[in-house]
Each structure stands twice: as C-alpha cells, then as structure tokens.
C-alpha cells in the first residue's frame, strides 16, 4: 500500500520558518515527480513546488511565483523522503499542504491531475 505521510506543520509567527517532511512507501519513487501542493481555506487546492526525478538526491525544481525565493523543495531518494523549507513565510502561507507523487503520469508538474498519490495534509498557520 502506497502511504505519504507529512509531519512538520504547525504555527509560525510571520518572517519565521517552518520545514515540513514527508515520508513515502510502499513502492519505489525513482522515476516520480514530488510535489507540494497546499490549500487555503476557502480556496482551491493550488501548487507550491515540485522536484522531478534525477539519479540522485537532486532534481529539477519548480516552484510556484507566490513562494519563490522563500521556499526551497529537496528530496531524498535513498531514504524516500520529500522536504519543504519555509523561510520568510507569511499569513498568506497558511494552508493545509499536501505531499504528492505523479509516477508514470505524463504532463505538466504544475497540475494536480498527475498526481496519483496523496497524503493526507498537514497544517500550517502563520501569524501576524
């Protein structure tokens, strides 16, 4: 059973930082897009970040413009493990953020509907 599970979440003040991990298993990730995606409440679901798949722990990275410069997306492909670092994070960062895998789906990275793993969400919240 595939399982992705985020940890890390919680409360920040603004201009504070927050780092969120998720840890993937049940089947192999090499070759699998990972991602973050996070929603806000009242909103839609919408993309952070993502990594693609290189033979070792790098990758290409993309991020969406609202987080760019402040949030920095790796992975480790030895342990299966995504991470997220939230440096400068703002109120406007406060969502539920959700760890995703697109394995042997083609498209663009920045769409959800490649994705066909997903955890269930952990929350973060940023005060001002």
């Known amino acids: 059973q595939v399982q992705l599970v985020e940890s890390g979440g919680g409360s920040a003040q603004a201009g504070g930082s927050l780092r969120l991990s998720c840890a993937a298993s049940?089947?192999?990730?090499?070759?699998?897009?990972m991602a973050w995606f996070r929603q806000a409440p009242g909103k839609d679901r919408e993309f952070v970040a993502a990594v693609t798949w290189s033979g070792g722990s790098g990758g290409r990275t993309h991020y969406a413009d609202s987080v760019k410069g402040r949030f920095a997306i790796s992975r480790n492909n030895a342990r299966n493990t995504l991470s997220l670092q939230m440096n400068t994070v703002s109120p406007e960062d406060t969502a539920i953020y959700y760890c995703?895998?697109?394995?042997?789906?083609?498209?663009?990275?920045?769409?959800?509907?490649?994705?066909?793993?997903w955890g269930q969400g952990t929350q973060v919240t940023v005060s001002s």
């Open positions: 995703a895998a697109s394995c042997d789906m083609p498209g663009s990275v920045y769409v959800q509907y490649i994705y066909n793993y």
């Open positions: 049940g089947r192999t990730f090499s070759g699998c897009v």
